[in-house]
């Protein structure tokens, strides 16, 4: 569903991705994982077309339209109503605004529904841009660091939203950090070090390949035994 072949980006003199190559599966869970600063962003705004790689080839399996993109800046308007935000943007997408209700309990803010953004909690602001990127029904759904910041009942919440949304279809590329939330969600996942993939496979076959499956999977210190970095 979602290839990168080769792909290299360069800012002025600096590279910051190089020679990236994988492939997220049809109705799966994909995890590119890694610290600040590797590149993370980079591959989702080249996939999303919002800037051209310089090097290499790509393909998401699907149309703009059939694409939900929530990223860390959420483009969302803090005057308006949680319900009037997903009502404009059905609006745009031609959808009926029904969508907006529901895309709302989905994510359990219905009885947020006439609340301004600016009031919310970063965590309920988090739930509503991922309620607008689902509005849609999207095929391919991209995921940036979705669950930053959040304490871990809203986290936890925020999963089981993305597991349900793959049940039913979906194709999720998700992006994080957070290793233990990478082994709970995805199928697989990629490893991404200063702009290039150092390892990539199923979280629990990259664990047993380096030793480092305890009780469970440990894909922290899989990332440390071949970078020297530990994550934040």
């Given at each position: 569903?979602?290839?990168?072949q080769?792909?290299?980006?360069?800012?002025?003199?600096?590279?910051?991705?190089s020679d990236v190559?994988?492939?997220a599966?049809e109705?799966e869970?994909?995890?590119?994982?890694?610290p600040?600063?590797?590149?993370?962003?980079t591959?989702?705004?080249?996939?999303?077309?919002?800037?051209?790689?310089d090097?290499?080839?790509?393909?998401?399996?699907?149309?703009?339209f059939?694409?939900?993109?929530?990223?860390?800046?959420?483009?969302?308007y803090g005057?308006?109503?949680?319900?009037?935000?997903?009502?404009?943007?059905?609006?745009?997408?031609g959808i009926?605004?029904?969508?907006?209700?529901?895309?709302?309990?989905s994510?359990?803010?219905?009885?947020?529904?006439?609340k301004?953004v600016?009031?919310?909690?970063?965590?309920?602001r988090?739930?509503?841009?991922?309620?607008?990127?689902i509005?849609h029904?999207p095929?391919?759904?991209?995921?940036?660091e979705?669950?930053?910041?959040?304490?871990?009942?809203?986290?936890k919440?925020?999963?089981?939203?993305?597991?349900?949304l793959?049940?039913n279809?979906a194709?999720?590329?998700?992006t994080?950090?957070?290793m233990?939330?990478a082994?709970?969600?995805?199928?697989h996942?990629?490893?991404l070090h200063?702009?290039?993939?150092?390892?990539?496979?199923?979280?629990?076959?990259?664990?047993?390949?380096?030793?480092?499956?305890?009780?469970?999977?440990?894909?922290?210190?899989?990332?440390?035994?071949?970078?020297?970095?530990?994550?934040e």
């Open positions: 569903m979602i290839k990168m080769n792909i290299v980006k360069r800012f002025g003199e600096s590279t910051v991705l190559t994988f492939e599966k109705r869970i994909f995890g590119l994982l890694g600040s600063g590797a590149g993370k962003t591959i989702i705004n080249i996939l999303t077309t919002q800037l051209d790689a090097g290499g080839s790509f393909d998401t399996g699907a149309t703009l059939e694409t939900g993109l929530m990223l860390d800046a959420d483009g969302l005057r308006l109503s949680c319900l009037d935000n997903l009502n404009l943007f059905a609006d745009i997408y009926p605004r029904k969508k907006g209700a529901e895309a709302l309990q994510v359990g803010l219905s009885d947020a529904a006439k301004s600016n009031a919310l909690s970063k965590g309920m988090q739930r509503l841009a991922l309620a607008r990127a509005l029904e095929k391919v759904l991209f995921l940036d979705p669950t930053s910041g959040l304490d871990p009942t809203t986290a919440g925020i999963h089981k939203l993305i597991q349900g793959c049940d279809g194709t999720v590329f998700l994080t950090h957070n233990e939330e082994v709970k969600l995805c199928n996942v990629a490893l200063q702009g290039k993939i150092v390892e990539q496979g199923a979280p629990t076959e990259i664990c047993q390949r380096y030793n480092s499956y305890k009780t469970t999977p440990d894909l922290e210190a899989v990332f440390i035994k071949l970078t020297g970095v530990e994550l």
